[in-house]
């Protein structure tokens, strides 16, 4: 699994684009990247997976670079409501058995109006 | 769409008590896994079934168990409680799909365990 490393905390204003990038220079040739985002005192949210180049759907974006040693995640005109903690993750394949999800420190996001 | 069910949602207990936290998976899940969050902390997985077997085991200490029933709920079984116990214990569950490289866990509200 692809130890990930991340900015502890970001700030904001309403209506930008926040874009935080995850580093995982041991990143494996299966690995996939996976964000949750999880708000105070509520259980993480699934947001976005990908494996290479980029993903998109109704929350997020996800860039990964062809050396897919980093990712990006994009949070399009982000609202007060964006501020969570978001992590970025790589989960383990489901063929070696392994279920678990492995937190490291996540991004604490601040929008501020 | 139906989520994650877990009872109950706050705790209160007494040093050296037990305490047991109930999950409700999605319907049609079929692994359940149990996350512990201290305060201020990142969640640590603890424990995990896939349909009612044990398929991953983390940081559980000795003092909890917990088993998944043949309805696929799953109950988190905590004894001789400590203050270092409080947190929030998230249950999440998910599908596993043939094909897919990795399955997608959807968490639940947390219960709050609190240690007097």
């Known amino acids: 699994l692809a130890k990930t490393t991340q900015p502890i905390s970001m700030d904001s204003y309403e209506g930008q684009e926040v874009n935080i990038t995850c580093s995982h220079n041991n990143i494996a040739t299966n690995d996939y990247i996976t964000w949750y985002q999880q708000f105070p005192s509520q259980g993480p949210r699934f947001i976005i997976q990908?494996?290479?180049t980029k993903v998109t759907n109704e929350v997020a974006s996800l860039f990964i670079p062809a050396d897919r040693k980093s990712s990006t995640l994009s949070l399009p005109r982000v609202s007060l409501s964006d501020t969570a903690v978001y992590y970025c993750?790589?989960?383990?394949?489901?063929?070696?058995?392994?279920?678990?999800?492995?937190f490291g420190s996540g991004t604490r996001l601040q929008v501020q109006p | 769409a139906a989520g994650v069910i877990q009872s109950p949602r706050h705790l209160i207990k007494e040093k050296r008590e037990t305490a047991t936290l109930k999950c409700y998976p999605i319907?049609?899940?079929?692994?359940v896994y149990w996350y512990q969050q201290g305060p201020g902390q990142d969640p640590q997985f603890l424990i995990s079934?896939?349909?009612?077997?044990?398929?991953d085991k983390g940081s559980i200490p000795d003092r909890f168990s917990a088993q998944q029933f043949s309805d696929y709920h799953s109950e988190l079984n905590m004894s001789s409680l400590e203050l270092g116990d409080s947190a929030l214990y998230f249950c999440?569950?998910?599908?596993?799909?043939?094909?897919?490289?990795?399955?997608?866990?959807?968490f639940g509200p947390g219960t709050r365990l609190t240690v007097l």
């Open positions: 079934f896939y349909e009612k077997m044990q398929s």
């Open positions: 993750l790589s989960p383990p394949e489901l063929d070696t058995g392994r279920r678990a999800l492995t």
């Open positions: 319907p049609r899940h079929d692994t």
């Open positions: 990908g494996y290479k």
């Open positions: 999440a569950s998910s599908l596993v799909l043939a094909g897919l490289v990795t399955d997608t866990q959807y």
